[in-house]
């Protein structure tokens, strides 16, 4: 009894002990997977402020840099992102798309802005996925040219070849999945972070002046001291901030808490030491404004500390990667993209996915961007334009979330987002300047993204609308057969459509052709959710028609890969069972042809066209037994 006693006060510790190290935890993976990109920014974001500032950098043109670079970290990492925008999340769920989904379900309705907001979104986010990995790593690999003895051999070519070699073996590994490396990424970055810290402190110390940049009396002056100039500055102080979407984008990985705990407690204070202690550097030492990272960097620990340096850039464009899987799974889900071919990599580990056609393309454009731009520095002017677009969407979807969803006041709501949305206007028109300069791949790029996704969604939509006009109602076909002795065949058919009211082509060319009905007919749509996972509880809807019919309607969330099999199997608990073996899946095989009296133009329904004949496959992509697959073909032009 004695023991029973003394042991139940523990419990409650124990409990509390345990929470507080899995939320360790979490915040120390999320480190490795969240802050990669905006971890690496030191390595370029202060070289290329001060290379805009005209007869070298002055004291005041140094405090200046460093002050905007603190306080947008301050304003847009901390107050928009770590305040104000990760309290919108959609069942747990961060991004883009999960965000326009949140204000499509806030609104109640579906809406053109909002959809074509998401779509801008999710296409500016591929367009900063490629620059990411590129300048990080071609960033890290420069610092081989002044490598003690062996620096010489390190030519451009050299250089560019070695950041190549890095690039393309990190994109041949990515079918292997990185779940077994991963959970070395948090401490490998929290190491990182802890190093920019110290490194920054050792210099602060030596040159305190510098901490007056805590007063944005520096920031503002550079900028109105300079006119035009310090626009062009500001463009350049944003690269300190890229990265800063990836802490509401991976929110469902890791959590609120976790990450707003590694934000504050780690990488925000390490950040800031590290650009005080570039600007420390250089207000003593003003050559060493043509690269302060490398000057910061002790020679005795050149070698660790650049080992260190690679191994992060690789984490942050790892990170980048992930993200543009799960972007692209996300965006199939929504209806924004084809089927594609979605690998998961691991069957333990949540959003370990593989999706090798945008892997390729990642690929090709990294090695484009290489060979385009050939150094970090040429590289850094096409840097930032996607990310502030994004940041922008962002806040616009925001602000129909706080009023629609939180329900907000009017005042409240714009008193918050007027001045965030001012904020990140200045920066989207600063770096605009860079447009000519290289800023023009990522939007060309991201402008090509979202003509596919709006000619994928405008096809599908003349598509169901010529199917539906060309089809019977379910109900009125249920009435037809009733009145006719039709053969019947044992088992159970379902075939699947997007248009549960109408009766399917597959359905219309089985009774056509082979003048047969099965015992059970199951009209199968798929919905998608506007949550990221939906409970088993909520997968499944049946709706009874007659004896002859039933609509099953299966829902799945827009982070989840389809199983329509394991679903099915759920469908014994609503009291329809059938053996999924003997089950025939009819589905319907569309043969587009262009027309020219569309809704849209000729070329647009060329796109369409190949974008359907290169989608995956419904059986694999629905997981349905090959064996068990009937389908039957239609001619449609659009």
């Known amino acids: 009894m004695a023991d029973t006693a003394g042991g139940a006060p523990e419990a409650p510790e124990e409990s509390h002990r345990s929470r507080k190290q899995g939320l360790m935890a979490l915040a120390i993976g999320s480190v490795g997977v969240v802050f990669g990109d905006i971890g690496t920014s030191p390595l370029y974001a202060m070289r290329e402020a001060l290379s805009h500032i005209r007869g070298g950098p002055s004291d005041l043109a140094v405090l200046g840099v460093v002050s905007l670079i603190f306080w947008a970290l301050i304003i847009i990492v901390t107050i928009k992102?770590?305040?104000?925008?990760?309290?919108?999340?959609?069942?747990?769920?961060?991004?883009?798309?999960?965000?326009?989904?949140?204000?499509?379900?806030?609104?109640?309705?579906?809406?053109?802005?909002?959809?074509?907001?998401?779509?801008?979104?999710?296409a500016l986010f591929y367009g900063d996925g490629l620059i990411t990995p590129a300048v990080s790593v071609l960033s890290a690999v420069e610092l081989l040219k002044d490598a003690p003895s062996v620096g010489h051999i390190f030519t451009p070519t050299v250089i560019l070849f070695s950041a190549a070699a890095v690039l393309i073996g990190l994109f041949l590994v990515q079918a292997r999945g990185t779940a077994s490396v991963g959970r070395f990424f948090g401490p490998i970055m929290v190491v990182w972070f802890l190093l920019l810290g110290g490194l920054g402190?050792?210099?602060?110390?030596?040159?305190?002046?510098?901490?007056?940049?805590?007063?944005?009396?520096?920031?503002?002056?550079?900028?109105?001291?300079?006119?035009?100039?310090?626009?062009i500055i500001l463009g350049s102080v944003f690269l300190a901030v890229t990265g800063a979407e990836a802490l509401y984008a991976d929110m469902g990985h890791f959590g609120r808490t976790p990450i707003r705990l590694a934000w504050l407690g780690l990488a925000l204070p390490c950040l800031a030491l590290q650009y005080f202690g570039q600007g420390a550097l250089v207000l003593t030492h003003r050559a060493a404004a043509a690269d302060p990272f490398f000057g910061i960097i002790p020679h005795v620990a050149y070698w660790p500390i650049l080992i260190l340096t690679i191994a992060a850039t690789v984490?942050?464009?790892?990170?980048?990667?992930?993200?543009?899987?799960?972007?692209?799974?996300?965006?199939?889900?929504?209806?924004?993209?084809?089927?594609?071919?979605?690998?998961?990599?691991?069957?333990?580990?949540?959003?370990?996915?593989?999706?090798?056609?945008?892997?390729?393309?990642?690929?090709?454009?990294?090695?484009?961007?290489?060979?385009?731009?050939?150094?970090?520095?040429?590289?850094?002017?096409?840097?930032?334009?996607a990310v502030t677009g994004t940041m922008v969407i962002t806040i616009l979807l925001e602000f129909i979330v706080a009023r629609r969803f939180w329900k907000w006041s009017l005042p409240a709501t714009l008193a918050i987002v007027v001045p965030l949305l001012l904020i990140d206007l200045s920066f989207l028109g600063a770096n605009m300047l860079k447009v000519l300069d290289g800023g023009w791949f990522p939007l060309s790029f991201g402008a090509a993204l979202m003509v596919v996704m709006w000619t994928w969604t405008r096809g599908a939509q003349i598509l169901t609308e010529k199917t539906r006009r060309d089809s019977i109602p379910l109900v009125e076909l249920s009435e037809i057969l009733r009145s006719r002795s039709m053969h019947r065949v044992p088992g159970s058919a379902i075939f699947l459509t997007s248009d549960a009211s109408m009766a399917p082509v597959a359905l219309m060319h089985n009774l056509k052709h082979n003048k047969v009905l099965h015992e059970k007919n199951i009209i199968l749509t798929i919905e998608t959710a506007e949550t990221p996972r939906v409970a088993n509880d909520n997968r499944l809807r049946i709706e009874p028609v007659n004896d002859d019919f039933k609509k099953l309607f299966v829902s799945f969330g827009f982070m989840e890969s389809p199983n329509l099999p394991k679903a099915l199997g759920l469908a014994r608990k609503l009291g329809l069972?059938?053996?999924?073996?003997?089950?025939?899946?009819?589905?319907?095989?569309?043969?587009?042809?262009?027309?020219?009296?569309?809704?849209?133009?000729?070329?647009?329904?060329?796109?369409?066209?190949?974008?359907?004949?290169?989608?995956?496959?419904?059986?694999?992509?629905?997981?349905?037994?090959?064996?068990?697959?009937?389908?039957?073909g239609t001619q449609v032009s659009i």
């Open 201 to 231: 402190l050792y210099h602060v110390i030596g040159s305190p002046v510098v901490l007056k940049a805590i007063n944005p009396y520096y920031g503002v002056r550079l900028l109105i001291s300079n006119g035009l100039l310090g626009f």
């Open 315 to 385: 984490i942050a464009s790892q990170a980048v990667i992930t993200g543009a899987f799960s972007m692209t799974q996300q965006a199939v889900q929504l209806g924004l993209l084809p089927r594609i071919d979605i690998r998961r990599t691991s069957e333990t580990v949540a959003g370990q996915i593989f999706v090798p056609s945008v892997n390729r393309m990642l690929m090709v454009g990294v090695l484009v961007l290489l060979v385009l731009f050939r150094t970090s520095s040429n590289m850094a002017s096409a840097y930032g334009i």
């Open 81 to 122: 992102y770590v305040i104000f925008v990760m309290r919108a999340d959609n069942k747990g769920e961060g991004g883009t798309l999960a965000l326009m989904a949140l204000a499509q379900r806030a609104l109640g309705h579906r809406s053109t802005t909002v959809f074509i907001l998401g779509i801008c979104g999710a």
């Open 577 to 632: 069972k059938f053996d999924i073996m003997a089950t025939s899946f009819f589905l319907g095989r569309r043969s587009v042809v262009p027309s020219a009296q569309s809704g849209m133009p000729l070329w647009q329904d060329k796109l369409f066209i190949f974008l359907m004949k290169n989608s995956a496959n419904p059986t694999d992509f629905y997981k349905i037994p090959p064996g068990r697959v009937v389908e039957l």
